[in-house]
């Protein structure tokens, strides 16, 4: 008698699994034709050009950066963001997009501005002055929208 009963709440459980997966299934035949929605990022201006960006700011993403990423959107940066103004010192460690990386004072000047090569742990690319951001770019990105040392960036 037990075992008939085991088996008889067995084949329930199993027919409830599989009752839910075809339910599943089903919802997610509807939603194929809606696309999900990617997050709006918050868009910084530098002398008058904007840029949306995402926004690192705990050391695990700071680290993370852009590593192991195969491309970045044209208009689309990285921002880091630290808790006091310093010299910043980034690399380029599983990196494989040239970037290009200004770094913003407290006030929001842009005080230094590289080229960083994919790929390249040997160099580290040491900001001239103290820097509370970092934002990386494209390679070329700030060369083509004529911003410069002394560019000032909105937040």
């Known amino acids: 008698m037990k075992i008939h009963k085991f088996h008889s709440i067995y084949i329930l459980l199993l027919f409830s699994v599989l009752s839910c997966g075809s339910n599943q299934g089903a919802s997610a035949g509807k939603n194929q034709t809606t696309q999900k929605a990617k997050p709006t990022l918050p868009l910084i201006t530098i002398d008058g050009i904007q840029l949306s960006v995402e926004i690192v700011q705990d050391p695990e993403t700071r680290e993370l950066g852009l590593m192991h990423r195969d491309d970045l959107p044209e208009n ?59 934002l990386e770019v494209n390679a070329g990105w700030f060369e083509k929208n004529k911003i410069l040392v002394g560019s000032t960036v909105k937040f």
């Open 76 to 134: 689309q940066g990285m921002l880091f963001v630290f808790n006091l103004p310093q010299i910043l010192s980034f690399w380029m460690r599983n990196t494989f997009i040239s970037l290009d990386i200004a770094f913003i004072s407290e006030t929001g000047e842009i005080v230094d501005i590289q080229r960083m090569e994919p790929l390249d742990e040997n160099v580290s690319y040491v900001s001239a002055k103290r820097a509370l951001y970092a």
